[in-house]
C-alpha cells in the first residue's frame, strides 16, 4: 500500500498554523495572523496516480496511472 509522502509535512504545517493563525482572544474577538493580512501561498508539484490504485479510485483525473504537474 502506497502512503503519501507529503503526510508528516501536512501535520506540521497544521500544528503551526494552529499555533501560530488568528488565535482566538478570550473576549471572543480574533487577532490578525502572524505574517500578513492575505495568507497567500503557491505550491507546485506533481501528483502521481499510482497504477495499484483500486477501481472505486480510479475517477477522471485518476482514472489512468500518470504523472500530472499541477500549480495550486
Do not use: W
Request: aromatic share 10%; net charge negative; with cysteine.
Amino acid at each position: 500500500m502506497n502512503t503519501c509522502p507529503f503526510t508528516a509535512m501536512a501535520d506540521q504545517i497544521s500544528d503551526i498554523c494552529a499555533k501560530t493563525f488568528q488565535k482566538i482572544q478570550p473576549d471572543g474577538s480574533c487577532c490578525l495572523r502572524t505574517f500578513h493580512t492575505p495568507l497567500v501561498a503557491n505550491l507546485e508539484g506533481e501528483p502521481e496516480t499510482y497504477a495499484s490504485l483500486t477501481d472505486q479510485y480510479r475517477r477522471g483525473l485518476f482514472a489512468e496511472p500518470g504523472n500530472y504537474p499541477v500549480t495550486a
